[in-house]
């Protein structure tokens, strides 16, 4: 079989949305509730916090187009760090749509591994099956929020390169949303023979009080995302110019 690096390829970007879901100077790492130590860097010697910052931005922004205050505004981002771009190179994207599709399992999260794999193994990329699976090690998800367990598993089973998240499940539970309240670092780290190794670096925390805007109106009565206002017959937000 012929050798494979996505490092090679030209970048293609899926804009196909279906998470569930000024920043914190410093990420937190929620305790993983395990015997032994976890085996995660909290922090990437070569990527600086003001780039991870800028990625949870992005699946922000993803999160909220075209609607600027969607009721579940849970975005995800993939990205490439290993090429020589210093900010990393965008490959494909997810956000939650599963109330317009009828799938509860269509996530952010869930929506960015299979666009991912769409274009993989489309005439863009032309990888066969393996290449495909192969691609996601040298990659970085995303998230706005942290991935319940469902997707907290995809990522695992994936077999991404680092994860990165902003609001966390217990962030959200505060904020009256319903969740599995089960941290991802839990269930990433709970593989038992996997094919691939964990991730190299698992970092929380990251942009949260910008993501936080987001899921804070829902069931929180905090103030609506920009763009939006509460409307006089509506305890919900909505755009400005449809009030």
């Known amino acids: 079989m012929k050798s494979f690096s996505i490092a090679s390829l030209p970048l293609v970007i899926s804009l196909t949305t279906s998470c569930t879901h000024s920043p914190a100077d410093s990420p937190s790492i929620s305790p993983v509730p395990r015997n ?11 990527i600086p916090l003001s780039v991870r ?14 609607y600027p205050c969607p009721f579940a505004a849970f975005g995800t981002v993939i ?12 490959i494909c994207t997810g956000a939650n749509q599963n109330s317009l599709a009828g799938n ?18 489309s005439s863009a990329y032309n990888m066969t099956p393996a290449e495909s699976l192969a691609a996601f090690k040298d990659l970085s998800l995303y998230t706005n ?3 319940c367990p469902m997707c907290a598993a995809a990522v695992r089973w994936a077999g991404f390169r680092e994860y990165v998240y902003g609001v966390s499940i217990k962030e959200l539970i505060e904020l009256g949303w319903g969740q599995l309240d089960i941290g991802s670092e839990e269930v990433i780290g709970s ?9 190299e670096v698992v970092l929380g925390g ?3 009080e910008e993501s936080k805007v987001l899921f804070g109106w829902q069931f929180a009565g905090g103030d ?14 909505l755009p400005v110019e449809l009030e």
């Open 36 to 46: 032994k130590p976890p085996k995660y860097h909290t922090t990437s010697p070569k």
């Open 53 to 66: 910052k800028h990625w949870i931005h992005q699946a922000n922004t993803l999160a909220l187009f075209p």
């Open 79 to 90: 990205v490439n760090h290993t090429l020589d771009n210093p900010q990393g190179t965008l």
């Open 104 to 121: 509860p399992t269509l996530h952010g999260e869930m929506a960015a591994i299979n666009n991912c794999s769409s274009i993989f193994v």
């Open 145 to 147: 929020a942290e991935s």
């Open 191 to 199: 593989g038992v023979g996997m094919r691939d190794q964990d991730p």
């Open 206 to 208: 990251v942009g949260s």
């Open 224 to 237: 609506c995302p920009s763009g939006c206002e509460r409307g006089e017959r509506s305890d919900g937000c």
